[in-house]
């Protein structure tokens, strides 16, 4: 059966990687890193940002509050439990956006009101009316969800949903919370409040599902195919636990089969996917699997040799959607040392990334300087070194002058760094479990700044002898927590600066 092809019905995207998907363990993004994050989703046209949870922290609540000063096209949401302290903190952080929305939600599954609200039906009931309300006297645009709606009894989720709609409810939002639905039974689910709640003309109905069966996708599409209005999904799919339902999935799925999902249209701009992908991962540090669906790094690579033979004959013998969809060129001119910067800066608009003159000779020199070291420069370098000039905080106080390490099997390694620090040169060794650990403890040591590594993870930005190896730490200073990456072709070096990377956005936000 083809889904309703009678007239276009536009589907909202709501995207919450900057809530939900940063939620993840590992995931979390600091505030410069989240207003490059929101542009990728701006210039990705999608409907709404979540922004995030405004009263969660100080730094959740200015992270809203500049993502809502930044963005001019989608609306910008906060999450809120149905407190009237969270509605109020929501409305604070994104008041000054063009379109801002507050995002409500309190639990309807029998499981969360007895045991985590300790509420009645009742009382849920009169809680989430009374504070749509609330948030309806502040903000023209009100979402509810009701949380664990899959797991809610559903004559209970008709009533709620009628009684939130009759409060002011712009948006109705169905989470499938902890991701238990079942992409038929989802689809059910969804028509059964279109039949049942009388009111529902009147709200915009919206969709949220978890990956915890993998069905995350399925379930967002089934939701459509039902009449869901809205999907709310993530960036490369992250999100608690195995995630939310991704962004690029859902898009490439309407478009690709757009015969079974006639007349359903979106504004995403499919292009800017693979851009929109690497940013998240680069600054989240959540690696993409390599067979992610669209944008993992074998999601069209054909590596058989009767799949290369058929691709050689006609593309669309194995391939269902082109790279260049996703904005991901099949092939273009090779970058070398040779290259001038008007290929140089061509290549970078092409990879959909904006900057300044000054930004863009910076990035040149270091282009050049990587050319140097490697026989071909990819796509994937040049991204690698301007997503580093994306969250790299302004003013580096602390830079990287030179190393020796000694290192090996049958020794202690020993690492001497020097470092510049405030114009000032520092110099010191340490011995440490391997040359990384050396060098960060003499950086420790030397800057006297303590702090606790939590994580630490290395990868090659490209295949190849001569790739670049690209580090991401996830450091602690006292209650802070920072993320740092560093690239160079040799991986002690990739560590050092990822660290001293983190190093300079926690010395930035203190006074000299
Ligand atoms: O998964 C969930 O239920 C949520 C809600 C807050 C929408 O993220
Ligand atoms: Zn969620």
Redesign the pocket.
């Known amino acids: 059966m083809n889904a309703d092809s009678s007239a276009h019905r536009r589907i909202y995207f709501f995207d919450?990687t900057l809530r939900?998907g940063e939620q993840a363990p590992g995931c979390s993004m600091n505030l410069r890193e989240k207003l490059t994050v929101a542009e990728h989703l701006e210039s990705l046209g999608v409907d709404v940002i979540e922004a995030g949870f405004a009263i969660a922290s100080p730094g959740d609540f200015e992270a809203v509050r500049a993502v809502a000063r930044a963005v001019k096209g989608p609306a910008v949401a906060s999450?809120a439990r149905a407190l009237p302290k969270d509605i109020e903190a929501a409305w604070e952080a994104i008041r000054e956006a063009r379109h801002p929305r507050i995002?409500t939600?309190l639990a309807t599954s029998p499981l969360h009101m007895q045991h985590k609200l300790r509420m009645t039906p009742e009382q849920v009931y009169a809680q989430a009316v009374e504070m749509v309300q609330y948030a309806r006297n502040l903000c023209p645009d009100v979402q509810f969800?009701l949380?664990?709606a899959t797991r809610s009894e559903e004559p209970f989720v008709y009533r709620v949903v009628e009684g939130v709609i009759r409060a002011g409810a712009t948006v109705v939002?169905i989470?499938d919370?902890v991701g238990y639905a079942i992409p038929e039974l989802f689809g059910r689910f969804i028509r059964g409040i279109r039949e049942h709640v009388p009111n529902i003309g009147q709200t915009i109905l919206a969709v949220?599902c978890?990956n915890d069966l993998g069905l995350a996708t399925a379930n967002s599409l089934a939701a459509i195919v039902a009449g869901a209005d809205q999907v709310?999904c993530t960036v490369n799919g992250i999100g608690?636990r195995a995630g939310n339902a991704a962004l690029e999935e859902i898009v490439m799925a309407l478009r690709t089969r757009s015969d079974y999902f006639r007349g359903i249209v979106c504004g995403i701009e499919t292009t800017r996917l693979y851009a929109a992908s690497r940013c998240v991962a680069s600054v989240t540090g959540c690696r993409v699997q390599p067979n992610k669906a669209i944008v993992g790094e074998n999601a069209f690579a054909h590596e058989a040799g009767i799949h290369q033979h058929g691709m050689l004959m006609h593309a669309a013998t194995y391939e269902i959607m082109t790279p260049e969809s996703i904005g991901l060129p099949r092939s273009r001119m090779v970058l070398g040392k040779h290259s001038g910067r008007h290929a140089f800066d061509t290549r970078l608009s092409e990879l959909g990334f904006q900057f300044d003159e000054e930004t863009r000779a910076t990035l040149f020199a270091q282009f050049k300087e990587l050319a140097d070291r490697k026989k071909t420069v990819s796509d994937a370098d040049i991204e690698a070194l301007a997503r580093g000039m994306q969250s790299r905080p302004r003013v580096e106080r602390v830079k990287l002058d030179r190393f020796i390490v000694n290192s090996g099997n049958t020794i202690t390694a020993t690492s001497t760094v020097r470092l510049i620090r405030d114009g000032k040169v520092l110099e010191h060794v340490a011995i440490g479990d391997g040359p990384i650990d050396a060098s960060f403890k003499a950086i420790e040591q030397m800057l006297g700044v303590p702090f606790t590594l939590e994580s630490f993870s290395l990868g090659a930005v490209t295949g190849g002898e001569d790739a670049q190896g690209e580090a991401t730490v996830k450091v602690r200073f006292g209650e802070r927590l920072v993320n740092g990456r560093g690239l160079s072709t040799d991986v002690v070096e990739a560590g050092i600066r990822a660290l001293l990377d983190a190093v300079n956005v926690y010395l930035s936000s203190q006074t000299p």
Do not use: A, G, I, Y
């Open positions: 919450t939900d999450l995002h939600f969800s949380e664990d939002n989470p919370t949220h978890h709310e608690e």
